[in-house]
Every structure is written in structure tokens, then in C-alpha cells.
């Protein structure tokens, strides 16, 4: 580390640059040489620009342009990668995918979000076992979770048909089943999810102000109306909150869907992201698979800006 | 239901726990009830959810926990949660095999690498971004929204592609970096919450009394921002250890992957599935997390809650 080289401590103290505003963060106080921040943070920002930023950057630099066959030399061709892309049907079928899979798992994350929040802030005392519960899926690689969904929704061995069996109901077979293989895909996903939304919600609920549950007490409002009308009114920042990740999350997310279903079967689980994958490192045509990933950037982006702008206008103005 | 005679708890009507506190479990007051058999019936109504919140966790990993116990033909034959017949030969098999070893090995290579690497340089970042005031401050900004803005599904092909041209497939030292670089920004962002938290006049103390930027940082901010570094290594760890779509493309070399890579591969290997042996794979590769879960599990939360939005 070059710390050591910085530890000279300013030889009489340095005159304070400029008069500061009182409360200001002055750095002459805490006597350092000038260029300490920036060694202090140059690292980081040059590795993020790195990693981050570049390759973003580069890929939708990359994107404006073709090659004839593989290794040969890229030639620029503008928006023809993206005009391709909104010709194609397996593009808007996945596109149909995603949005299933994406709103899909939104009403489940947040409906099971808010009933496992709700469960868990009734205990509040007790919260310190079933918060390492509750945490459990977070640890999970994402083809770990796929590895156990797969065997839990097993058509033959899988607990949950044995116990449709059980009943005397006939389970299907989940992930051979185009129709039902996106609802385990969805599950799967809400799964690994769901620490977050429910930590969240519940960190919300906590900051709650008790006196307006009181004041609707007051005026006889039951559990339900409560729920209804204040509680998740006043928790809007935290759904938005874990809406945007959520969305974020299976949007963007290729884990789940790669190992448990790798788009099957008959591409019913084939979303953009998917799409994505297999256009990029299947058929090995980069540049249209940088087209599919910018179109899923900027989709991203402008959904977190729904988000923002629904959450608004249902947050309470005090 | 009229809900007004039940909620007699004047000490609750005040207190606006926080967010915080509820995250670190802080204890709250009871809740004194009505009627008797009205609190059963309540208590029994609440229990509903939380046996749900179990079951949802819980069966996942007790299924495999199962099978994991079972031969092949067990598996089909007797489905039962309980095997009728335990044994530890998948646990055996998984263990003995080459692929589960040298990525156990390279998980853990990486996983501590892209650790040290996050704390050895986000620690410094964000003492930066926390203290002083220089020009390139308001980079913070970008830090935090960056990770929101680029994923890592949007980084596969441009890395991947800068790395054959780089010559840096296959490298070990490709996915510490790469991870490095996708954690800081969290990492920078939690941990200079953390150092604004510490007093500067603290330091300001110290540094009338002669101690040297490396000295205050030494022995005052470090030990002082312990657990936020800890909760950046639990994050750093965990990221490299269950990151799967990255170093599907950034290696190709059997020696070179890590778990998660190796336990997706071997669901297509094998003609018929080996649920055993994917089942004790997939335990053993949560076992390092199993093992010290209580300790680091505040942490994790800690993480978690820091991570999701903001």
C-alpha cells in the first residue's frame, strides 16, 4: 500500500482553502496531503470504469455493427441489428415470455412478500430464528435453487405431486409441460428473491408510525380495511422498492432460467434474456445478442421509471 | 370483527420503532391480548402464515436434504421424506470426483480473492468518498446507480469478449477482478454510510494529538468499521461463490470452473439424472455457509437490506 507515503502530517497545518461554510466538511482539520483522496479512491473508480462501464459502453458501440461469418472483420452497419431484432418473431415470443415471467413473479414476490412481512412483524420479538430463515434462499447459488426445485417439482418423485397423489389428484409433469413450466420457473425465481422483498417490507412495517394505526383503530377500522387502505398506502416506498428490484432481477436474470429449464420446453420459458444468451453463445452472433442486451438495458431502465411513477402518486403527500 | 377492545397497549402507541432496529432484531414489546379463547384463535391465525413462511423456505432444502440421503433407485422407488434406507454413498461419490474438488478449490480461491480485493479496495474508496472533499466526489453518485443500470446479463458478451481479446479466459484472477469490479459499488456505497456514521471528531482528536492519517485509520476507523467490512466480505464471498452466468463465459477449461458452473454441467452429463449426486453436490456447496450461517447471518442481512434499493 502506498498509505505510508501519505502520512506526513502537513507541516504547521495548511491554511484552510477559501473561507468554508460553518459545518462544512473541512479537510485541513483532518490534515492530509492533496492527493490522498484521489490515491484513496482511484482504484475503485478505475476498476468499476473497468468493469462496469467499458463493457457496457462497448457493447453498444458493438451493437452498431455486423460481421459476414465469424473472425471476420466487423463492419459498421448502424441500427440494422435492432431493425433485425423487431422483425423477428422469436423475439417478440420472448419478449411475450418476459413479460410473464417478469409480472409473474412481481405478483407473487409481492403478494407472498407482504403475507410473510405481515406474519413476521406480529413476531417481532421472536424474530431472530426466522429471520436466519427467512434469509436462507439468499445463500443460494441460483443453480443450487434450480437443482432443488427441480427435484421438489419432480413429475414422479417430487413431494409436491406425492402430495396431489396423496389427495388423489394426478400432478402433472411440471417442467415437461410448456403451459406449467414457467409457473416453476416463476416459483424458482420468487424463491431466491423473496429475502430481499420480505426484509424490506418488513423493515417498512417497523417504521410505520403506530399513532396512525391507533387513529384508524379509533375510527373502527378492522384488520383488513387497515391493511387496505393504511398500511400498504404508507409502505409504498418499500413496495416500490422491492418492485424495482424484483423486476430488475427477473428482467435481467438468466441463472434460474438457464439451469432449470434452458428456455424449454418448446422455448415456453425462452425470455429475452434467454434469447439473449443463446443468440450471443448458440449461434454465436454477438452483435445481434448486444442489440437483445441494450434493448433489455433500456427496458430496465424505463421500467424503474414506471415504477418511480406509479410509486408517487400512491405514496401518502403529508 | 371490531379489533378496538383487543389492542389495550398504550406503550406501543408511541413508539416509532425503526428500520434498523427491526432488521437487527432489536426486542419489542409483547402484546397483551383479550379474551382467551379469541387470543388462541388469533395466535393460531398468525401461525398460519409463519408455518407457510417454513414450508416455502425450508422444503427446498429439506427434499434435496432427502434425496441426498437416498441411492438411485431409491429416489423413484421410495419417495418418502424420510429414506428407508440412509446412505452416504452420493455424499461419497461427489466427494471422490475430480470435478466437485478442483472447483470446490477454485470457488474458494476466488471467493477469498474477490473478498480481499473488495475490502483492499472499497475500504479506502469509501473513506474517501465519507471525508473528504475533492474534486470526483460526486462519483459516488454514479457508484450507486451504476449496478441498477448494467447487470451482469448486460456485461456477458463485452467481457467476455474483452477477455478472449485480453488473453484472459480461463484465469482465476479474471473472475476476481471481474467480481471485484460488479461488488465495489455496494461495497463503496455501505461502507461509507458506515464511516459517515463515525464521528469526525474522533479523528479530529486524534489528529491534534499527532497521529498520522495511516495511524487513525489504523487504529481508530478500522476497528471502528469492523462489522460494515465484515458485512462487505460476506457480500464479496458470497457473490463470488454463487455467481453463475459470468463464469459460464469467462471459462471453458474443466480445472478452471467453479461450483456453480460444475453443478449445472453435470444435469446434462449423465443420461439419466443423478438426483443423489446433484443433491449432495448442491449441499456440500452450501455447507461453508451452513457452517458459520448463525455468525455471519446479521451481516448478511446487513448486506441485504443495504444492497436493495435506495
Known sequence: ?318 | MSDIHREEEPAFAASTARAATAVTGAPQKSRPAGGKTRRRARQVLLFIPLIGLMLWTLMPFLVTLSVSFKDRAAVFANPALIPDDPTIAAYREVLSSESFLTSFMNSLIVGVGTTLLSILIGVPAAYAFARFRFRGRHLLLLFTLLPRLVPSLGLMVPIYRLAVATGMLDKRITLIIVYTGMLLPLAVWLMVGFFQQIPREIEEAANVDGATLWGRLRYIVAPLAAPAMITIGVLAFREAWNEFTLVLVLTSTPGKRTLPYELYLMQGVEGIANFPGEAAFTLLTVLPFVLVYTRIEKYVVAGLVTGSGK
Request: charged share 15%; glycine share 8%.
Open chain 1, 1 to 318: 500500500m502506498t498509505a505510508t507515503t501519505l502520512t506526513k502530517p502537513d507541516p504547521g497545518g495548511r491554511k484552510p482553502r477559501k473561507a468554508k461554510k460553518p459545518g462544512q466538511d473541512s479537510n485541513s482539520v483532518l490534515g492530509h496531503s492533496k492527493a490522498a483522496p484521489y490515491l484513496f479512491s482511484l482504484p475503485a473508480i478505475l476498476l468499476v470504469a473497468a468493469i462496469l462501464g467499458f463493457p457496457v459502453l462497448y457493447g453498444v458501440w458493438q451493437s452498431l455493427f455486423t460481421r459476414e461469418t465469424l473472425g471476420s472483420p466487423t463492419e459498421y452497419v448502424g441500427f440494422q441489428n435492432y431493425i433485425e431484432m423487431f422483425q423477428s418473431p422469436a423475439f417478440y415470443h420472448a419478449l411475450n415470455r418476459t413479460a410473464i415471467f417478469v409480472f409473474g413473479s412481481l405478483i407473487l414476490g409481492t403478494v407472498l412478500g407482504l403475507v410473510f412481512a405481515f406474519a413476521l412483524f406480529r413476531v417481532v420479538e421472536k424474530l431472530r430464528f426466522l429471520r436466519a430463515v427467512t434469509v436462507a434462499p439468499y445463500i443460494i447459488s441460483n443453480v443450487a435453487a434450480a437443482v432443488m426445485f427441480r427435484i421438489l417439482f419432480n413429475s414422479q418423485f417430487g413431494l409436491l405431486n406425492e402430495t396431489l397423489e396423496f389427495f388423489g389428484l394426478d400432478g402433472p409433469s411440471w417442467l415437461a409441460d410448456p403451459g406449467l413450466a414457467m409457473f416453476v420457473v416463476i416459483v424458482t425465481q420468487v424463491w431466491t428473491d423473496l429475502p430481499l422483498t420480505i426484509l424490506v417490507l418488513l423493515g417498512g412495517l417497523m417504521t410505520v408510525d403506530k399513532a396512525y394505526l391507533d387513529a384508524a383503530l379509533v375510527d373502527g377500522a378492522t384488520g383488513w380495511t387497515r391493511a387496505r387502505h393504511l398500511t400498504i398506502p404508507l409502505l409504498a416506498p418499500q413496495l416500490l422498492i422491492s418492485t424495482v428490484w424484483l423486476s430488475y432481477s427477473t428482467l435481467t436474470g438468466l441463472g434460474v432460467v438457464l439451469a432449470l429449464t434452458g428456455g424449454g420446453p418448446l422455448k415456453a420459458t425462452q425470455t429475452v434474456a434467454m434469447e439473449m444468451y443463446t443468440t450471443a453463445f448458440r449461434s454465436l452472433e454477438f452483435e445481434s445478442a448486444l442489440a437483445i442486451a441494450t434493448f433489455i438495458l433500456i427496458l430496465n431502465a424505463l421500467l424503474t421509471l414506471v415504477y418511480v411513477a406509479i410509486g408517487r402518486r400512491y405514496e401518502y403527500s403529508q
